[in-house]
């Protein structure tokens, strides 16, 4: 099989395991183990958890000591163990745990799997710019079938989506083994220190006002993108009893999915947004998209009003996609060269680590508020709060962040 098949099966299977249960297992947790929202938000926080330190982690391990592949698999092996284990358990803070262990060891893998794909395609003298994206975008091609398949089998409410994760978890890893060996690299990475590996020599550039207000602005934004992984599914189920026989209740996860859809095709926009606006105005954008997203989501319902749902899910691309790939941009401009990789493992570490942490139990504090004793939730509330949040980040982001190094200057993006 070539190679590059070969890594398009593994960016494949590596995102269809989250696909399975990133999107579904709010409403797991909700209709069926009956957790709070303050509880279902500190499963999700579990991921920024893991994101501050685990991939830094494992990182080293794969550079200094085994080869990258057999650190994915390993890694691979015990998260699906602990979503195995998790569909045995109904108590939070065992099913916590048990998505925490999964988290610490699947979120290294993203990573992981990135190194790898670079690492082959480098040793077969491949152009790693031009041969990876179009591998890696089978990669959302597997989250969105991994949804799919979930919520046709009607498993959007049951540990069957667990399972799936998991089986498709234990394939990887073996898989792994098959795949050419990415062993560690010898001289300069294993001189560099702990603090280097784990990107945090780039905290210097806080000590620049502007660079220190983006990093506090990805931190604050980021705590916006599990929001809806997290309560989309339970915001949906909750209208069984308004609109039963509706497309939004029936079929969630379909619904949902339409976020990832959007995701492939605002991503082709960058380019165009970035040349022509510069990265400043494309942030800001990406910020107000976040109001759109959840201010939709407070007016729109499963039924008369599906396209205002729809309508946000097409958003959600822009909302996404032009934060991090821009912020990434950004990052690469104002970052002295030897300390980019760091500053852009700080960036994700803000975005994905923390601010996952706060919108975690933030969001699950937020849907609690408006939850009456009778568990009846005020969802245009919940929605509008979100909104609003959003709202004060664009108003703050454009009034305070001005940095004359990107403030004229466009973007280009290599084809």
Request: aromatic content about 16%.
């Amino acid at each position: 099989m070539p190679i590059k098949v070969r890594l398009t099966v593994m960016n494949f299977v590596q995102f269809f395991i989250w696909g399975a249960w990133l999107i579904s297992l709010g409403g797991y947790m909700g209709s069926q183990l009956n957790f709070s929202g303050l509880q279902i938000g500190s499963v999700y926080s579990t991921m920024g958890i893991a994101s501050v330190c685990m991939p830094g982690l494992l990182g080293i391990v794969a550079d200094r000591w085994v080869n990258a592949e057999r650190v994915f698999a390993v890694a691979h092996f015990i998260a699906a163990g602990a979503l195995i284990a998790a569909t045995k358990v109904a108590d939070f803070q065992t099913f916590y745990i048990l998505m925490l262990i999964n988290s610490l060891f699947y979120m290294p893998t993203l990573a992981l799997s990135n190194s790898v794909c670079y690492n082959v395609l480098t040793r077969k003298g491949f152009d790693v710019v031009k041969a990876f994206p179009p591998i890696r975008v089978w990669g959302t091609v597997g989250f969105i079938v991994a949804m799919w398949i979930v919520d046709l089998l009607g498993w959007t409410k049951s540990t069957g989506q667990l399972y799936l994760a998991a089986g498709a978890g234990l394939f990887l890893g073996c898989y792994a083994f098959t795949v050419p060996p990415s062993p560690p690299f010898l001289g300069e990475t294993r001189e560099k220190s702990l603090a280097s590996s784990l990107g945090l020599d780039a905290f210097v550039l806080f000590k620049e006002k502007n660079t220190a207000l983006f990093f506090i602005f990805s931190l604050l934004l980021g705590a916006a993108l599990q929001i809806t992984n997290a309560f989309g599914g339970p915001f949906l189920d909750d209208f069984k009893a308004t609109y039963p026989d509706s497309f939004g209740v029936q079929h969630p996860n379909l619904l949902l999915s339409i976020s990832q859809i959007s995701e492939t095709f605002f991503i082709l926009l960058i380019p165009f947004f970035l040349t022509r606006f510069g990265i400043r105005k494309v942030i800001l954008f990406s910020i107000f998209a976040w109001v759109l997203r959840f201010g939709l989501f407070g007016l729109g319902n499963p039924d008369d009003r599906l396209y205002l749902l729809v309508l946000s899910m097409i958003i959600y691309g822009m909302a996404f996609d032009f934060f991090n790939i821009s912020g990434s941009l950004y990052v690469e401009k104002v970052a002295e060269p030897k300390i980019r990789s760091s500053a852009q493992g700080l960036f994700m570490i803000m975005t994905n680590g923390f601010g996952a942490i706060i919108g975690g139990y933030g969001s699950g504090w937020v849907v609690d508020h408006f939850t009456s004793t009778m568990g009846i939730r005020d969802w245009p509330s919940i929605w509008f709060t979100f909104s609003g949040y959003a709202l004060v980040l664009a108003v703050l982001f454009l009034l305070v962040f001005r940095d004359r190094r990107i403030e004229t200057a466009s973007a280009s993006i290599p084809s």
